[in-house]
């Protein structure tokens, strides 16, 4: 693999890292809405991410005089937890039902935080890989100075 397909390959996992985090700050902004224009609670959602070939004109070119491809991420499919949602005794609520109960998503905060670090740190460990990468194009080019 060479050094900027390397970059290809961070940048996709920023993008997808990126698409993550945004589902996640989404989910968490609507922890306690009962109500959506589907009809009853939020439901929280997931991303799936999948192996992805990258290519760029460049990359591609050295990749296939070189035989080999590089495998990137990037997200296949977000999906829709279809769990029962949580029934909360609030009988003053208007989204009540007529025991008294409301329904608000099913979720769990502290999940979701830790899940918004863990893609914030995927994040920056694609940054600092193209940092690293980056520095090495520059000391390759100054040895032939």
């Known amino acids: 693999m060479s050094l900027f397909s390397s970059i290809d390959v961070s940048a996709s996992g920023m993008s997808a890292q990126r698409e993550r985090a945004e589902i996640l700050v989404e989910n968490m902004a609507n ?6 224009a589907e009809g009853g609670p939020y439901r929280r959602r997931d991303v799936v991410f999948e192996s992805s070939p990258v290519s760029s004109q460049f990359s591609s070119e050295l990749g296939s005089q070189l035989g080999q491809t590089a495998s990137g991420v990037r997200v296949s499919q977000i999906v829709t937890d279809n769990s029962d949602p949580n029934r909360r005794y609030m009988p003053g609520h208007p989204d009540a039902d007529k025991d008294g109960y409301v329904l608000f998503p ?40």
């Open 31 to 36: 922890a306690e809405t009962t109500r959506t």
């Open 106 to 145: 099913h979720m769990n905060p502290a999940e979701d935080m830790v899940d918004l670090l863990s893609a914030q740190r995927s994040y920056q460990a694609n940054v600092s890989a193209i940092s690293a990468v980056k520095d090495m194009i520059q000391r390759s080019i100054d040895l032939f100075r």
